[in-house]
């Protein structure tokens, strides 16, 4: 079955970047067919977290995207990028969150931009976020509309720092609490030191740290093979 979706991926980034008038999403479906999943030194990796209006990727908005690049099972801190969205709407309560308010937003650039940026970071690479499903979500929805998609998803190969711990613990009969995987717990579970900070890059960067962690200490012996952690949207 993991042949099977990896196949079907390829061949639908190959379909989509036929007719791809993006030159930005070209380069990244083109180089998404290309892909091979290997070990954690060998597979270089995009780490990235959004902040968001809201958890409804049909209603609410990215306002901003950060991301860090993973080159050969190391993290590339001169990669960093931090990039603040515009927005049509207010942010309203979720400034609580991520702190961003509604004259910073109104400054930042359009969201056509952010996505260039950062599918053409992500080309060639695998995605890496924790909680993966929230963050996938909003890009897909996002991406759709910019590349004017009518059907199908996005193609995009992820790892996720929550999936993976979660599915260790099964497997190994822990018990998980409510909180046990939020990204700050897990992280001082892993003996990472504590980000007060809170913005989509710094979480983009300690998700890149918690994966390296977790690697280490799946595969003690090499270098973690990441091929039974992908998934393939």
Known sequence: ???????????????????????????YLNACAQIKPERIDQTPLIAVDLELT??????????????TLIDNGRIKLGSNQHLIISADHLVGDSATIHQLLDNEVVTGIPIEAGLSALFEAAAGRIWLFHHADLDVAFIQVAAKQWAEQKEGSMPMMTLDTLQIELATRKRREIPVKPGDLQLGHLRRYYHLPEYKGHNALIDALATAELMLAMAA???MNRALDLQPYVKFV
Do not use: E, V, Y
């Open 1 to 27: 079955m993991r042949r099977f979706n990896q196949w079907r991926l390829r061949k639908r980034s190959r379909q989509l970047a036929a007719s791809c008038k993006i030159k930005t999403l070209k380069k």
């Open 54 to 67: 809201g958890l409804d990727a049909q209603q609410n908005k990215i306002i901003s995207i950060g991301w």
């Open 217 to 219: 200490r799946l595969s």
